[in-house]
Structures are given as C-alpha cells and as structure tokens.
C-alpha cells in the first residue's frame, strides 16, 4: 500500500485569503470506554512556509512507538495546537456527534480562547461533516474536507497530537481498570474487553448508552 504524505497545498492555498488556520480532527469516535478527543493545529502563512515535519502522517498511518516523537514535533512545528475532550457521560447525555462538537469547541477555545473568532479565521475538519459551528458559542468559518486527516498536513497535526493525548489517558486509566485491557485497546471493542464488559459489567469510563454487549470487534 502506498503511503500519501500530506502536504500544505490546501492551507497554503487558503491562506491567501485567511489569517490563521484551525485544523481539527477526531480520536476516539467508535471506542466504547473513554471520552472522544479532538485535537486543534493552528497554522499560518509563515508556518505553510516551514518543511513538514519528517514522518507527519495521519495518526492511523504512524506507528504507536513512534507517534509521541511525531506527536512532539508536530506540536512544534504549527503556531499553537491543544486537544479538546467530551466525557463518556456527555457522550451518553447528548449523543456522540453533539459531543464531538463540545471537543472541538474545547479544542478551539484552547488555541484561540474565549475571544469570538475572526472572520479571517477558518477551521478545517477531516470529514463530510461540520460538527462544531452548532455547538460553538461564536460564529464560525468551517469547511470540511474529506480525506484532509491523510491529504492536509495541519489536519495530520492535530490528528497524531490528539491520538498520542487519547492513549496515553486510556493507559493511565488501565491502572485503575486493568480486567479491560485499555493499555492495549485504548477503549475500542476487541475481544478481551468485550469479554471483560460481560464478565464485569461497566465502569464509569463506558458509554453506557451504546449498545456495548453487542458491539462489533473493532480491533
């Protein structure tokens, strides 16, 4: 399989007519245990002129041991980057699309503030799909792009930032939860925790309203 390394064409191109870039991307949408991430990357015109960092990918396409490393200098290379999150209880009290819209708004928050967002500002999501502009207290420029996680090197930025944040909370939750196997499945329905949910039932980390005894092995 041939490996794309994303570029900086679409920001560059964007950013003749925008300030700054947000670019957003989601980590943890089909698990059934731990919160949904999303992370932030900010780029700007003199940023789009910077090298890509050597190994950047969307975060699927790197390796675990390696995406800490990647993960470092991803956040160093973009203006400002952060990682927004919506709990398993949001998840379970508002559904998980209304939930990821509260992380990315987090995430937003977290790069810019709480200041409104300047016309001259324009988010890109990975996806179809404009998840955040209904749940943001301010008015918002989205545009979705399909593919961007893989195609647009800022939207791989905040994907490997978000998955590295992701997992190493899911490892540090195993410590209290271990029957689970979070340190190896981070939450995602393999075999072992669904054995385990049977054996055991639900913790306060599981998304209670999905239909989890029966969820598909995703890993």
Request: charged share 25%; aromatic share 4%; glycine share 6%.
């Amino acid at each position: 399989m041939t490996v794309v390394a994303p570029r900086l064409t679409l920001e560059r191109s964007l950013l003749k007519e925008y300030d700054l870039i947000i670019a957003l991307d989601e980590v943890g949408r089909g698990a059934l245990a731990g919160p949904v991430a999303v992370g932030a990357a900010v780029m700007d015109a003199a940023g789009a002129r910077r090298r890509v960092p050597e190994g950047l990918r969307d975060s699927k396409l790197v390796t675990e041991r390696r995406r800490p490393d990647v993960a470092s200098r991803a956040a160093a290379w973009v203006v400002a980057s952060d990682v927004g999150w919506s709990s398993a209880a949001e998840i379970d009290e508002i559904g998980i699309m209304r939930a990821l819209g509260l992380a990315a708004s987090r995430a937003i928050t977290g790069v810019l503030g709480t200041d409104a967002v300047s016309e001259r500002t324009l988010v890109i999501l990975d996806g179809n799909h404009d998840y955040v502009s209904a749940v943001h207290p301010s008015r918002l420029q989205v545009r979705p792009v399909i593919k961007a996680d893989r195609d647009c090197a800022s939207v791989s930025a905040a994907s490997v930032i978000a998955k590295v944040a992701r997992d190493t909370l899911m490892v540090e939750l195993h410590e209290e939860h271990p029957a689970y196997q979070w340190e190896r499945n981070k939450g995602y329905a393999s075999a072992e925790h669904r054995a385990a949910i049977r054996e055991l039932g639900l913790s306060s980390w599981h998304r209670a309203s999905w239909a989890i005894s029966d969820a598909p092995t995703l890993f």
